[in-house]
């Protein structure tokens, strides 16, 4: 049931963060899912880092929207990149 509920969040904290920054993004439904999940890593490990969250603490809905939106620009900067070059 764990795994259910992630694919859940993530997908929604993906499809949250493309829609706070519209524009070309890569995939569909998959896609939306693993980066809500990986915008939650990123959030937490961060969080971490930052002494906002204790050891082993995951991130909250807003700040694994953050960390989605983050990693939607990274893979912009790139994606221009490769464009350009």
Do not use: S
């Given at each position: 049931m764990?795994?259910?509920?992630?694919?859940?969040?993530?997908?929604?904290v993906?499809?949250?963060?493309k829609?706070?920054m519209?524009g070309r993004?890569?995939?569909?439904f998959?896609?939306?899912?693993?980066l809500?999940i990986?915008?939650?890593?990123?959030?937490?490990?961060?969080g971490q880092?930052?002494?906002?969250?204790?050891?082993?603490q995951s991130?909250?809905?807003?700040?694994s929207?953050i960390?989605?939106?983050?990693?939607?620009?990274?893979?912009?900067l790139?994606?221009?990149?490769?464009?350009?070059?």
């Open positions: 764990h795994l259910i509920w992630t694919l859940i969040v993530g997908f929604f993906g499809l949250i963060a829609f706070l519209p993004d890569p995939g569909g998959i896609i939306t899912i693993f809500g990986a915008g939650a890593l990123l959030a937490g490990w961060l880092k930052l002494h906002f969250y204790h050891e082993g991130a909250g809905f807003i700040a929207v960390g989605a939106m983050i990693l939607l620009f990274i893979y912009r790139f994606a221009r990149n490769r464009e350009e070059g």
